[in-house]
């Protein structure tokens, strides 16, 4: 495993540092913390920060730290520090170390362009810890959006193909940039288990949160129709369970009786592509942890 590297100021020389994210999930028992922080001293690992939680109700304990070193960082030494840990944890604990370094992203979409647009722009001006690696649509109605930011676009038309043989020709491209994160931004394709299954923990789409309540083509003039006083969004993993997955992040606004159904579609736009943008940072910045159906989150 590779490292980022940084710089110290240190006596008038810069001095290599090295960081790196620790992650361990276990079973909760009594001076966890002592032990992880003891292994990581006695490696010479550095905690800036760190953020720790038990569920009570599972007893399974989370902890997320960015740690830092003036050692050098093979990739033994990682593997070293891995087990170091594993040995002071409890059976069946799951440690991670991985680089605080910029990862590849595809991004899927269709015909809308706002989840996808914001996306682009934060990435271009360096606000993704991540980098927009290439857009897939099977429209090519975003095209122009898209290359104005210098990111690959390919266009795979799904007309007259099997979703069988559209989405095998869809992870073909997908493999091609090895991204640590597939986002669904609003790409109206529903997806195979089968697909689902092979980027399991990597799929990150966006909806609406009226779902179920207000289904099919028009939920933002059901929702006119009905009243409705907020507008929301979620954004969570892809899983077989159609817009069931465990939530990443979620959010509303505020409308009332002056807005439109026009106007509450264009509201739910604005949160959603907030929403989304949301996700993809906390995922990218390793902030989430998988617990059966839901999230655990360090914001």
């Known amino acids: 495993m590779h490292s980022k590297t940084g710089s110290m ?7 290599p540092s090295f960081h790196e994210v620790v992650l361990v999930d276990c079973p909760d028992e009594v001076g966890l913390i002592h032990r992880i922080t003891g292994v990581l001293a006695s490696h010479q690992w550095n905690i800036e920060r760190n953020q720790e939680f038990v569920d009570g109700e599972a007893s399974h304990f989370f902890f997320r730290a960015e740690v830092s070193s003036k050692m050098g960082c093979t990739t033994l030494g990682m593997s070293d520090l891995q087990a170091a840990l594993v040995d002071v944890l409890p059976a069946k604990a799951s440690v991670r170390i991985v680089s605080r370094e910029l990862r590849p992203i595809v991004i899927c979409a269709t015909r809308e362009p ?47 193909q099997s979703r069988e043989a559209h ?6 491209l997908i493999d091609i940039y090895a991204p640590e994160v597939i986002v669904l931004a609003r790409y109206m394709r529903v997806l195979s288990d089968h697909f689902v299954d092979r980027y399991s923990e990597k799929l ?42 465990p939530i990443i992040a979620q959010d509303v606004i505020p ?3 002056n807005f439109s159904a026009k106007q509450m579609a264009q509201a739910g736009r604005d949160v959603e592509k907030i929403v989304l943008a949301k996700a993809v940072r906390l995922v990218l910045e390793d902030r989430v942890f998988m617990h059966g159906c839901r999230t655990v989150v360090f914001s």
């Open 167 to 172: 989405e095998h020709q869809l992870a073909k």
């Open 114 to 160: 706002h989840c996808l647009g914001e996306l682009l722009l934060l990435d271009a001006v360096g606000e993704l810890p991540g980098k927009i690696a290439a857009v897939i649509s099977n429209h090519d109605t975003l095209r122009p959006l898209v290359e104005r930011f210098e990111v690959p676009f390919h266009f795979l038309p799904h007309h007259e």
């Open 9 to 15: 100021h240190t006596a008038g020389k810069l001095t």
């Open 204 to 245: 990150i789409n966006i909806h609406h949160s009226f779902l179920p309540a207000f289904v099919g083509a028009a939920p933002y003039q059901q929702a006119f129709e009905r009243g409705v006083k907020v507008i929301g969004a979620t954004a969570h993993y892809v899983t077989a369970e159609l817009d069931a997955g």
């Open 255 to 257: 409308v009332d009786h």
